[in-house]
């Protein structure tokens, strides 16, 4: 296998527009944030892209803020801000945790939130964490900005709904709810990889009633995707042990589960009702 990307040219842009213009003008460009994903895919040669347009060195995109009724995580944080943040840990721990399991020290020292987000790997645990957060994220292109709420982000394996001059500048995290968490079982056994199956799931109790739920699961099928039937199901429970073993029965409810190199069909479907449960467990408790 070789090492070695095909030839491209690089820029290293000061602004989000500068940026975006480089996007426009030139075919076959891509962002490069953290560059965990990016970098190995063109050495593999699986990504040839004509121009990298570096972000990293963009002012004003590495923080996190709080915007009163929800965070705003910008395109330049890394993992490991997003984990150990104490906003973040407190309003969407679901999105911390899945940051904390993400890869190595390196990886999560390096890669960004967002770059994962618009990386759209079909395994990739930030993914399930801000659909189940009920995230919204904000893209900027030629024409100005847009906000793409996360059920309309993930298109399909490895492609999101951003265009290929559009840059995610941040992804918006609604506060609000009871709780909040992520769960998985990474590719080596661990959890510190990328996902066989994993789910994250956000509450909102009242008077011991659930009132609200939203679930998702990834690592399972072509895409981070809403876990519905679970959502239905537990919504009008106390959320006791036993109403979350028969809310994640339904886990892949309307799931196309795939088969890969890291289990079978049954085995992910069995996961995935494993790990929701879990979640939920964790997010009610
Ligand atoms: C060894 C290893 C282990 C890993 N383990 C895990 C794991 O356990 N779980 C997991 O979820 N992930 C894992 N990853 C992936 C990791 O989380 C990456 O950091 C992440 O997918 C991409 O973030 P990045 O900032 O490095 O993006 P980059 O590599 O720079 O970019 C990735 C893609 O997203 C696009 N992009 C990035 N930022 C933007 C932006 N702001 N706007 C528009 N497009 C953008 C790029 O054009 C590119 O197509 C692993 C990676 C490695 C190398």
Wanted: aromatic share 4%.
């Amino acid at each position: 296998m070789t090492m070695y990307p095909r030839k491209f040219d690089y820029v290293a842009v000061g602004s989000v527009a500068e940026a975006v213009e480089a996007l426009r003008a030139t075919e076959g460009a891509k962002v490069m944030a953290g560059g965990m994903s990016l970098l190995p895919l063109m050495k593999m040669r699986l990504l040839s892209p004509t121009t990298v347009v570096d972000i990293g060195r963009v002012p004003g995109l590495d923080s996190i803020e709080d915007r009163g009724d929800h965070l705003a995580i910008g395109a330049l944080v890394r993992h490991a801000d997003t984990a150990a943040n104490e906003l973040v840990r407190t309003h969407a721990p679901a999105l911390a945790t899945a940051a904390s399991l993400t890869g190595d020290v390196q990886v999560r020292n390096r890669g960004t939130t967002c770059g994962s987000l618009a990386h759209a790997d079909l395994a990739a645990d930030q993914t399930a964490a801000v659909l189940a957060l009920g995230a919204t994220l904000v893209a900027q292109g030629p024409s100005g900005t847009r906000e793409i709420p996360a059920d309309e982000f993930f298109v399909d394996t490895l492609t999101s709904a951003l265009e290929p001059d559009e840059v995610l500048v941040e992804v918006r995290i609604p506060k609000g709810g009871t709780g909040s968490a992520y769960d998985k079982l990474g590719r080596r056994g661990g959890r510190s990889d990328y996902a066989v199956a994993g789910a994250a799931a956000w509450v909102e109790r009242s008077n011991g009633t659930v009132t609200a739920a939203r679930v998702a699961l990834t690592g399972v099928g072509t895409k981070p995707t809403r876990a519905r039937g679970v959502e239905e199901a537990i919504v009008g429970t106390d959320g006791s042990a036993s109403a979350i073993e028969a809310a994640a029965r339904r886990a892949v409810e309307g799931v196309t589960v795939l088969e890969d190199l890291y289990g079978s069909e049954e085995y992910k479907a069995h996961l995935a009702e494993v790990y929701v449960a879990r979640a939920l467990a964790a997010a009610l408790g």
